[in-house]
């Protein structure tokens, strides 16, 4: 298959979110299962700062932009470590800038206008660069337009007849709304401006454009594909979604098992595999709980929590129950993130009061993060959504039981250890449903229960976590079934 996947932001060349870490581990898994993947990004500025050659393809390309026209360049390279080709749209006045989407913490006024851009650049790049492509790959609302520009614009010449588009949501509360004139740098007829198609309370929608027009809808868990079909996840599109829910599907992101493996990390105190975990687990438990100024006690459990600290992790919760346990639970905390004032002020605020209990890094650290994962007991993500999610992967990887809400990716990835799961050997962490102080604070006093009385159970749950596999590859597999659908549901539209 010849699959040309159209993002924003690919790792190592761009990245603010999970998005470009999907773009950059897909492909190379996809040509590893013998297909023919392209990607096509804008070249932002820094792009080549990870090392890689960019080269100029010396092809100079047209295209309009409401009552104007804009150049473009492409140029190209190709992912590190693999022959997959990275096409780079360049267009300077859009592109060279300091942040990918905004700076100084406000978005850019011509988003819009950038986006629109690079749609229409994906689309001209097949024919100037004569690429075979099966299925276009677009992703998020800054792609959400190349599925529309496709169905509309490009149908009737011969080569684009028959290329199928998906359209991969990875966290819909991105939508891309723009002010109704911005209809008119898009170049399409305003007879799409409806609430069926492109306009979503008076604004053009970026997103709901890509999940109107493409063949195949998909996000990143498959109980988040659900979710979003419901008002209370569904940010105002949950009736876009229900219309399209034929073609909707999920699958969950991978992990990258090089990057985070306890038998290879550089970062630990001590490596180990699913057979010396019980051996080696406490040295980095140990290490860990030095490096935090947490007292270096063996068998008090210890809960870690690593991300934006924002509503969306739950941390209102943590934040609650953790005031509560400082008095009567036996219990350490180790917590490494960034993000709301509040959260900041909130959690500094118990570590400062706490420091025998709660260690909290207002930080970002890639090391530090790894060290976590293999040095607590137990790793706490009780988010109000979660698209997919990754820490919880890493922290199955690390031996580390995860205790989480069952929401999208974690409700996929983690097997409640209730009577029935633990009987059948299923089980790998601890969940809750209700989104309630009460619910969070039970379900750890559960996994706190089993972790001080139960040895034997909670080693068979780091056991059943440490023998799962969350890789790309079989990620992979699952959108290679996906293309292969969505171009069987283009060939049977081409033939009716
Ligand atoms: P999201 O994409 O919603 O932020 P994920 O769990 O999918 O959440 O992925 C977040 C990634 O960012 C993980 O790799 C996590 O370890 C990392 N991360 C988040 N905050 C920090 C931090 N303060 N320091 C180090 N790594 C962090």
Known sequence: MNILLAASEVVPFSKTGGLADVCGALPGELARLG??????????????????????????????????????????????????????????????????????GKDY?????????????????????????????????????????????????????????????HNLAYQGRFWHWDMLLTGLDWKYFNWHQMEFHGHLNLLKTGIVFADSINTVSPRYAQEIQSAALGCGLEGTLQHRSDVLSGILNGMDTVHWNPATDSNLAARYNVDTVGQYKPTCKAALQKELGLPTRPNVPLIGLIGRLCDQKGIDLVAKVIQRWVGEEDAQWAILGTGDQKYHDLLGDLAGRFPQKVAARLEFSGELAHRIEAGCDMFLMPSRYEPCGLNQMYSLAYGTVPVVRATGGLADTITDA?????????????????????????????????????????????????RQDWSWARSAREYVKLYAKTIARRKEAVLT
């Open 418 to 466: 209730d009577d029935q799961a633990l009987e059948a050997g299923t089980a790998n962490g601890f969940s809750f449903s209700e989104y309630s102080e009460l619910a969070l604070a039970e379900t750890l006093r559960r996994a706190c229960d089993v972790y001080r009385k139960k040895k034997v159970v909670w080693n068979k749950l780091i056991d059943t976590g440490m």
């Open 109 to 169: 006024i011509d988003n819009c206008e950038r986006f629109v851009f690079f749609s229409r650049a994906v689309l001209e790049a097949i024919r100037l660069l004569d690429l075979q492509v099966d299925v276009i790959h677009a992703n998020d609302w800054q792609t959400g337009l190349v599925p529309a520009y496709l169905q509309i614009e490009y149908r009737g010449i011969p080569r684009y007849e028959r290329i199928a588009s998906l359209f991969t949501i």
């Open 35 to 104: 297909h023919r993947p392209a990607v096509i990004v804008p070249a932002h500025r820094d792009s080549s700062c990870c090392g890689a050659i960019i080269e100029p393809m010396g092809i100079d390309f047209i295209v309009p932009i409401g009552s104007k026209t804009v150049t473009g360049h492409l140029l190209q390279s190709t992912l590190p470590g693999t022959k997959v080709p990275v096409y780079f749209v360049q267009q300077d006045h859009y592109f060279d800038r300091e942040g990918l989407y905004q700076a100084d």
